[in-house]
């Protein structure tokens, strides 16, 4: 509710939130193992929502239509149930899998729903989780789309802490300046990044440029920031070359790769192992890129690292 107040929200809608939040939060307290909630500002068309994220690594639930129903409740909660959170939120996806947990995503924008928004703009999402203990991560991902597609960028600063976020935040910036530029290319714009981090740790960076339509994904990775292309039924690498972005200068390209309709590209730093597949989680693709984000931060992010991931589907 604060950072609600912070973005401006009025006392009724940041009530809302705050209603809705205490039920997520309660539901994990009482049910969940490993719960996690999240707290992100999001931001389209210059206005700003609170978004939750609530996800935990169990029990799962069999049927989420039935705890959807408004007055539904278990045991400990306020009695107002998820259906009272999925109607009070601007948005609201859940996806669960019983025996291996459930992602629930509610938005709350301060009025209606902005237009960048309300056209689906939610197939891309990048979640990241410092390494225990810290107060900051060293990884950091931005996107920026147009009307052929969407360009992705993933960094992850060396080490962790205060100076591997410097020089991923950098990258960040770097990756904003070629966009204004106009710089497309990924290797171009890897090279860009490359200029900017002399001075910091460095970093592994990953740049896609996502072309659903076309059926293609042009991709240069530098370091290792693993990137995927799963259509379902096989999941392929994307290569990457040894090396520092912002150290001695890395044999830097792109390269092109198909993008099979409905196909998901993934990017995620070390702190996630590769031993993950979608298909664990039956349906998940019919969900916005955040559950699949969250899914695998949470299944997947076991290492003792900073850790982040970044997805782009199609929903």
Known sequence: ??????????EHRAGELGLAATELATNLHRHAVAGTAVVRVRRADDVAAVELVALDAG????????VMADGHSTAG?????????RRLASHYDAHSVPGRGTVVVATFWPA?????????????AVLSRPIG???????????????????????????????????????????EAAALEGVVEPGDILAAIHRALPGTRGAAVAVARV?????????????????WVDDGERRRGM????????????????????????????LHSDGLTEKWSLADYPGIRRH??????????????????DASVLVVGAA
Not at 79 to 85: E, K, M, P
């Open 288 to 305: 916005e890129a955040l559950v699949s984000a969250a899914t695998l931060l949470r299944d997947a992010g076991i290492r003792h690292d």
């Open 112 to 124: 209606g729903t902005p237009a960048a928004v309300a056209r689906g703009d939610r197939s891309v």
């Open 211 to 227: 072309d659903a339509a076309a059926g293609r994904v042009r991709f240069a990775g530098v370091g290792n920031v693993a990137g």
């Open 59 to 66: 029990p799962g639930i069999d049927d989420l239509g039935v």
């Open 77 to 85: 909660t306020l009695g107002v149930g998820l259906g009272a959170v």
């Open 239 to 266: 290569v990457t070359v040894p090396g520092i972005v912002g150290h001695k200068r890395p044999a830097i390209r792109s390269m092109e790769y198909p993008l099979p309709a409905g196909a998901l590209v993934v």
């Open 133 to 175: 203990g810290d107060g900051v991560c060293g990884d950091a991902g931005t996107w920026r789309g147009d009307g052929d597609g969407f360009t992705v960028m993933l960094a992850d600063g060396l080490g962790h802490g205060l100076l591997a976020a410097k020089a991923s935040q950098e990258a960040v910036r770097a990756f």
């Open 1 to 10: 509710m604060a950072v609600a107040a912070r973005l401006g929200f009025d």
